[in-house]
């Protein structure tokens, strides 16, 4: 059984930052690679960041780069997103998800477990 507990978004300013968290509890134990995705209002599921037990991965969206790093937690299958200079179309639910994959996919098929979502707004 795998539970993923989400933390961080909220209400931001435009050119503002802020860090999403989310951990992976298993039973039994086992590592993940951990990815991150975003959904606006009336838009598919799009990848973000992912970063396997021993590496990491960078963002594929043009408008990602250099703004959105992801990084590993002090503990087993924790994750950071670290997102700066907030865009209000940065707008949507954030995601947290696992995959068994061995690399840092970005594909969304791939990811088995999927926590609650957290708000991220941001105004201008």
């Known amino acids: 059984q795998v539970r993923l507990v989400e933390s961080g978004g909220g209400l931001v300013q435009a050119g503002g930052s802020l860090k999403l968290f989310c951990v992976a509890y298993?039973?039994?134990?086992?590592?993940?690679?951990m990815g991150w995705f975003r959904q606006a209002p009336g838009k598919e599921r799009e990848f973000v960041a992912a970063m396997t037990w021993s590496g990491g991965s960078t963002p594929t969206v043009e408008s990602m780069k250099g703004r959105f790093t992801v990084s590993r937690g002090n503990a087993e299958n924790a994750v950071w997103l670290q997102v700066n200079s907030l865009q209000p179309e940065d707008t949507a639910v954030y995601y947290c998800?696992?995959?068994?994959?061995?690399?840092?996919?970005?594909?969304?098929?791939?990811?088995?477990?999927w926590g609650q979502g957290k708000q991220v707004t941001v105004f201008s």
């Open positions: 298993s039973s039994p134990f086992r590592n993940y690679t």
């Open positions: 998800a696992a995959s068994t994959a061995p690399v840092a996919t970005d594909r969304t098929s791939d990811y088995t477990y």
